[in-house]
């Protein structure tokens, strides 16, 4: 199993650009997660899904989007890029039952300038 | 709502032992969780703790005392590769799986 991916690794936007933070998982888990994380500090939730068709909002949701067509896949939309959007990404998923384990991806980490 | 303090940065010296405290405020509690991150790296899953009391996981354990609403991760015979950051978090009410983190402390372990 890959667990879970991000792509890209890294990209650089300039200020209004618009792009898609890709993650996937192969684990089947239902529940996935968009964090970010600002340099020294903890992770904020931006968006969540409890399944295929269902997402709702986190602490920090103003400036993203999120769809979940399926129980793999859930991109995150960066609309009018801001620079203080710079910041390290993080997708990460769990299943109903171990929801206090959440599995991380690599990350993204985006520079908007 | 729910907050987490945790202090943010401890150093100390391979081979020795180190505690890193979480107090946490919560509207009801569904468990504590501790996580590790590398600089640069994701955050990975070392510890939950549902009830009071101790749950050990090689050199690594982690507490839990409800009543205190407070919570520790304690590193034993600390080795170079321990030194990251560490995260508490708490489970949101509801069935979504939600986490609220802690800021992380930041371990520097000195030969």
């Known amino acids: 199993n890959a667990g879970v991916t991000q792509t890209p690794k890294f990209r650089i936007l300039k200020i209004g650009q618009s792009m898609t933070l890709q993650c996937a998982q192969d684990m089947n888990h239902n529940y996935m997660y968009w964090y970010r994380q600002d340099p020294g500090m903890g992770l904020k939730l931006i968006y969540y899904?409890?399944?295929?068709?269902?997402?709702d909002k986190g602490e920090v949701p103003n400036g993203y989007n999120v769809s979940r067509s399926t129980t793999e896949d859930f991109p995150l939309r960066l609309e009018l890029a801001a620079p203080s959007q710079t910041s390290v990404y993080f997708c990460?998923?769990?299943?109903?039952?171990?929801?206090?384990?959440?599995?991380f991806g690599p990350g993204t980490r985006l520079t908007v300038t | 709502g729910q907050s987490l303090e945790q202090p943010s940065e401890v150093t100390a010296v391979e081979g020795a032992i180190v505690q890193i405290n979480c107090t946490y405020q919560t509207s009801g509690f569904y468990g504590l969780s501790w996580y590790q991150q590398h600089d640069g790296g994701a955050p990975t899953f070392l510890s939950y703790n549902g009830l009071d009391g101790l749950e050990e996981t090689g050199r690594f354990s982690s507490f839990l005392s409800r009543s205190d609403s407070y919570g520790y991760l304690l590193l034993q015979e600390l080795q170079m590769k321990d030194s990251a950051s560490y995260f508490c978090?708490?489970?949101?009410?509801?069935?979504?799986?939600?986490?609220?983190f802690g800021q992380g402390t930041t371990l520097q372990v000195k030969p």
């Open positions: 990460a998923s769990t299943t109903v039952a171990g929801g206090y384990e959440q599995y």
């Open positions: 899904s409890v399944g295929a068709g269902i997402t």
């Open positions: 978090a708490v489970r949101s009410p509801g069935n979504t799986g939600k986490l609220i």
